[in-house]
Structures are given as structure tokens and as C-alpha cells.
T-cell receptor, first 114, second 111 residues
Framework: KAGVTQTPRYLIKTRGQQVTLSCSPI?????VSWYQQTPGQGLQFLFE???????NKGNFPGRFSGRQFSNSRSEMNVSTLELGDSALYLC?????????????FGPGTRLTVL | TQLLEQSPQFLSIQEGENLTVYCNSS?????LQWYRQEPGEGPVLLVT?????EVKKLKRLTFQFGDARKDSSLHITAAQPGDTGLYLC???????????FGKGTSLLVTP
């Protein structure tokens, strides 16, 4: 099975712009979660989508949003970019069955805000 | 607020040495996972533990989940340079799928 894919891998934007990141989960996985990773805060949960519905949301401002399509692919959007949004954005997919809560991560999108 | 505290933050050892990484919390987790991440890549799942007191072995890596499901440890025997990376523990609470991550232990194994 192919793993989780994320596009683009690298992105450079300027303050005030908006950005859309894309994630394709492992085939058959219907849950997609997004995380932000920075050197200071580590990995922090943004939100989770399952069957096109947001199921959980982390403690991030409303500038961060996402959606999931009927084929389970997901996008996240960040509007009015700030310097502090520079980070590695990781997408993880899960079959959302069983008690293990296992999630499988993509390679991430490195966003740099100038 | 970081629910999971990992220690040590950094570890530099020589090939062949043993080491233990700790992941502690005051919260109870329904499952706990260990990941290894290399620079510029996403975390790769190593193991998931679910039952209090559970011990799992993956070649030279031994993972243990505390009896109260609040803490975990990762022990590496005879470390090799290929073990170098950032080791992350992550816990799920209740029925949710949001993972709470520790800040990680950066391990460097030199030949």
C-alpha cells in the first residue's frame, strides 16, 4: 500500500498571504489528522476529519481550517499568514478502528513565512 | 500545556551502549505510541501499547507501558548509528484520535 502523501513538500509565502496544503491518506483510511511541528512547541494537534466531518479540533486560531473530500483526501488552509506559522505541517491517516489509535504520518509540508 | 514529558531531551552515546528514554504524564492514556523521526521527514510508528504493564519488543528496542497507563519507557540495547533520530511518545485519551505528543528525545549514536 502506498503511504500518506503530502503536497507540496516545501512552500515559501509572505506575511498576510494564505496557503492550502494537501494530504492523501493511505488507501482505505477514512480519518485524516493534521499536526503542526515547531522546534519550540513540538508536535501539536490541529484537527481531525473523518467521513468529511471535523471530529476533533486543537487549540489553534480560526485562521487554520480544513476540509475532507468524499475520497478521504484532505486539505488544510491557513489564512493571513504570520511569521509564527512557519513550521512543518504533518498529516496522519488512520483506519479509525480498534483501541490502538494508530496514526501513520506523511513526510510533511515545510512552510516558511517571510 | 504539554501532557507528556520526555526525558532526557538530548542523548549522545557511543555505538554499543544501552539507553532508556522516559515518557511521563499525570494523565491516563487509552493507548500510547512511540515514533522515530528523521530530519525533514514525518514520524514513523514504532509500536503501540494499550494494556497497563504491557511490554513489547522490536529487535533491540523494548517498550513498556506503566501499570497505571500514565507513563512509558523505551529501552535500546547495544545502540547502533542507525538508531539516531528523534524519538517521540504520543498518547491518545479516551475515545479521541487527537494524539498528545511529548517534545521528543534527540538521540545521536556515534560509531
Amino acid at each position: 500500500k502506498a503511504g500518506v502523501t503530502q503536497t507540496p513538500r516545501y512552500l515559501i509565502k509572505t506575511r498576510g498571504q494564505q496557503v492550502t496544503l494537501s494530504c492523501s491518506p493511505i488507501s482505505g483510511h477514512r480519518s485524516v489528522s493534521w499536526y503542526q511541528q515547531t522546534p519550540g512547541q513540538g508536535l501539536q494537534f490541529l484537527f481531525e476529519y473523518f467521513s468529511e466531518t471535523q471530529r476533533n479540533k486543537g487549540n489553534f486560531p480560526g485562521r487554520f481550517s480544513g476540509r475532507q473530500f468524499s475520497n478521504s483526501r484532505s486539505e488544510m488552509n491557513v489564512s493571513t499568514l504570520e511569521l509564527g506559522d512557519s513550521a512543518l505541517y504533518l498529516c496522519a491517516s488512520s483506519a479509525r478502528t480498534g483501541v490502538e489509535r494508530e496514526q501513520f504520518f506523511g513526510p510533511g509540508t515545510r512552510l516558511t513565512v517571510l | 500545556t504539554q501532557l507528556l514529558e520526555q526525558s532526557p531531551q538530548f542523548l549522545s552515546i557511543q555505538e554499543g551502549e544501552n539507553l532508556t528514554v522516559y515518557c511521563n504524564s499525570s494523565s491516563v492514556f487509552s493507548s500510547l505510541q512511540w515514533y522515530r523521526q528523521e530530519p525533514g521527514e514525518g514520524p514513523v510508528l514504532l509500536v503501540t501499547v494499550v494494556t497497563g504493564g504491557e511490554v513489547k519488543k522490536l529487535k533491540r528496542l523494548t517498550f513498556q507501558f506503566g501499570d497505571a497507563r500514565k507513563d512509558s519507557s523505551l529501552h535500546i540495547t547495544a545502540a547502533q548509528p542507525g538508531d539516531t533520530g528523534l524519538y517521540l511518545c504520543a498518547g491518545a485519551m479516551g475515545s479521541g484520535y487527537a494524539l498528545n505528543f511529548g517534545k521528543g528525545t534527540s538521540l545521536l549514536v556515534t560509531p
